[in-house]
């Protein structure tokens, strides 16, 4: 079973989702911190992404941000998080991200969420890590994106094996059950090839 000391999550930067998204971000750091499981993301203060990060904060628990410097002012680079690592770009960002977690998470989001998403999920068809992604669907908001999975899975452009690495969970506890439930990754990391 894999061991998760680090969880990066991906999620919106948006205030203006649904109030129950807020609930299950702050939920998820809190769950975070308990488990002993430090939470690494983009380094914002706005949206779902602020709110995961105070929670686990709150709860005693470390979160690292990685922010791209021309995204300081508007993603309010937080404050007061146990590091905040500025790069130079957003490919930079997405590497670190990939390099310092054991394990992703996806919560709801927009634009950047899904680019984030599915390049972790192709780095991992492409065997550059192998490392678990679980997609929090709560309240079925990532049902669409797992139909659009399907239909290319039925349509003969994604093969099954792949689409299996959306692991999916309803539930915040369900995340960690199935993060505890993945394999020990098989394949080394190539950090050099992204
Ligand atoms: P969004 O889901 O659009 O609210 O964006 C969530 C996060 O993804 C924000 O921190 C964005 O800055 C980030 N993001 C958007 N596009 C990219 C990208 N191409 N590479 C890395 N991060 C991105």
Redesign the pocket.
């Known amino acids: 079973m894999a061991r998760i000391a680090s969880l990066c999550v991906y999620c919106?930067?948006?205030d203006r989702g649904d109030a129950r998204h807020r609930d299950a971000a702050a939920a998820l750091g809190r769950a975070a911190a308990e488990r002993g499981i430090g939470i690494v993301f983009?380094g914002?203060h706005v949206?779902l992404?602020g709110v995961v990060a105070d929670a686990a904060l709150a709860a005693g628990g470390e979160v690292i941000g990685i922010i791209p410097e021309h995204?300081q002012d508007r993603?309010l680079g937080h404050g007061g998080l146990t590091r905040l690592e500025v790069v130079d770009s957003?490919h930079s960002?997405?590497a670190r991200m990939c390099a310092l977690a054991d394990a992703f998470c996806i919560l709801p989001?927009?634009?950047?969420?899904l680019?984030?998403t599915f390049e972790i999920v192709t780095w991992k068809q492409l065997r550059l890590h192998d490392k678990p992604v679980v997609v929090l669907n709560r309240d079925g908001f990532w049902d669409p994106l797992l139909a659009l999975v399907a239909h290319q899975v039925a349509e003969g452009y994604v093969r099954p094996e792949h689409a299996d690495f959306f692991l999916v969970a309803e539930t915040v506890e369900g995340v960690f059950e199935a993060l505890a439930a993945a394999p020990e990754p098989s394949t080394p990391e190539r950090p050099g090839r992204l």
């Open positions: 919106g930067s948006s983009g914002g949206g992404m995204l993603e957003m960002r997405k989001g927009g634009l950047g969420t680019d984030e």
